[in-house]
């Protein structure tokens, strides 16, 4: 889904993984991009469209931290190995959100 969609202005390409496009309702969206755009003014637009609860599934309630489980990626490389949630944003950047991904059996 494109929102506000002008190709010609620049945009960020989110992906969202999993049971976080429930919260979000979207499973991709572009977004447009602006000056100095950080992680940090991603989530907060993209709160405007997610469903309640959006906001505990990005950020920890008792510390307002994004939260430690949350796997977050901005074209293949971990936001915390960036600049968290300061990490700039350019044009054509993709930036995917992943919950925590559990599964397999230790049985046979």
Do not use: Q, S
């Given at each position: 889904m494109k929102l506000q969609g002008q190709r010609s202005q620049p945009v960020v390409k989110v992906v969202i993984v999993g049971y976080a496009s429930d919260?979000?309702?979207?499973?991709s969206l572009e977004l447009p991009l602006w000056p100095r755009m950080t992680m940090k003014?991603?989530?907060?637009?993209?709160s405007r469209f997610g469903r309640q609860g959006f906001r505990e599934a990005i950020?920890?309630?008792d510390t307002g931290r994004m939260?430690?489980?949350l796997a977050v990626f901005v074209n293949s490389r971990e936001i915390r190995s960036l600049n968290g949630l300061d990490t700039p944003l350019s044009e054509?950047?993709?930036v995917t959100i992943m919950?925590?991904?559990?599964g397999g059996s230790?049985?046979?």
């Open positions: 919260v979000l309702d979207h499973r003014d991603l989530f907060a637009e993209l950020y920890n309630p939260n430690e489980y054509g950047d993709t919950p925590p991904m559990a230790a049985g046979g």
